[in-house]
């Protein structure tokens, strides 16, 4: 096994969360998140159109038309959730005041440069939206992605090829292989998934790649 599922990833994601935190999910996968944070760690979700205390997505039949995230999916409202203006939600991002946000991305490059939203194909419709302002304004910013392409290719670079929508921005990603720092020496892998070692991803991002623990220990070589 050198993959594990979506569902699994957002799994391992939630448990990195810190009680006590105020959360963006982004568009997408990482959504799936919100369904795997502790019952009994409280945890604050934040979406950009407007909600404070956003929970999991609703069981089936029990669907408010009026509550959705950034990404039209229905979600629900925690016992206190607040909602506001959509000026003071940017406010909130752009202000610090987030601790992580979960994003996606098309490239993320070694000194944790992002791109997600573009990959400058002609003719691409311009969607930055959001994240540009979440890349720069959280705290920590975790990327859930797959490490390969569909054709192949290392979502993780050198430098980014495609648009960026920040720069030096991401704190950690998170990919169906393994999760990888951003350090300043580049990325180290915190944790290999099935069969994956630093030596066989490094093969399949073509990147020089750290031992993260060893490297917290002092014995990278």
């Not at 956003?54 to 979600?75: R, S, T, Y």
């Not at 969607?127 to 959280?138: F, S």
Request: with cysteine; proline share 5%.
């Amino acid at each position: 096994m050198t993959r594990i599922s979506r569902d699994d990833l957002a799994a391992r994601i939630a448990a990195d969360i810190p009680e006590g935190s105020f959360v963006n999910l982004g568009i997408g996968a990482p959504t799936k998140v919100a369904n795997y944070l502790p019952d009994d760690l409280e945890i604050i979700l934040h979406t950009e159109n407007g909600l404070l205390g956003m929970g999991a997505a609703p069981e089936p039949g029990k669907i408010d038309p009026d509550l959705i995230n950034a990404g039209k999916q229905p979600v629900t409202a925690l016992p206190g959730a607040a909602y506001f203006h959509h000026a003071d939600s940017f406010a909130m991002m752009r202000g610090g005041h987030l601790d992580v946000c979960v994003l996606g991305a098309f490239q993320v490059a070694q000194n944790g440069d992002l791109a997600n939203w573009s990959t400058g194909a002609p003719g691409a419709i311009p969607a930055v939206g959001g994240a540009m302002d979440l890349a720069i304004g959280a705290k920590n910013v975790y990327v859930m992605t797959d490490l390969l392409t569909k054709t192949g290719e290392s979502k993780l670079v050198a430098s980014c090829t495609y648009p960026l929508t920040g720069v030096g921005c991401v704190t950690r990603v998170y990919t169906d292989h393994a999760v990888f720092d951003v350090t300043p020496d580049g990325f180290a892998v915190r944790e290999a998934f099935g069969d994956n070692t630093v030596t066989s991803l490094s093969e399949l991002t073509g990147l020089r790649l750290m031992d993260a623990a060893a490297a917290a220990s002092g014995t990278e070589n």
